[in-house]
């Protein structure tokens, strides 16, 4: 659905919010990446009608910001998950050292 530059009643706005989600929803299954000039693109309208209407503005903000979270969020869960590792191995390796020592607090416990 190919909308005019100028949105003018209610009805078209609720069709440009609705094709705008549409074309979201597409553009994730696929894999695109979702901004105001990929969504303009792959519907046929000038960016400037994305950006006037809130609603529709607020939508393409969110999907680009979830298109983006999965990346970042992997790549950050990856390094804490390798530095937590690290941490683990560290300290098994102090624990072995303080169990084969005869150091009397250990022997309390």
Known sequence: ??????????????????????AIKE???MGSHIDFQTVSR?????RSTLY???VVRETI???RQK????LNTL???????YELQEKVYDLESRLKILESSS???LDSH
């Open 75 to 81: 790549d950050t869960l990856q390094t804490q998950i």
């Open 27 to 29: 553009m994730e299954v």
């Open 67 to 70: 298109n983006k979270l999965p």
């Open 52 to 54: 006037r209407n809130q």
């Open 42 to 46: 792959k519907m046929g309208i000038a």
């Open 103 to 105: 150091d009397p607090l």
């Open 1 to 22: 659905m190919i909308l005019t530059e100028k949105q003018i009643t209610k009805k078209e706005k609720k069709q440009l919010v609705e094709a705008v989600e549409k």
């Open 61 to 63: 903000s969110a999907a």
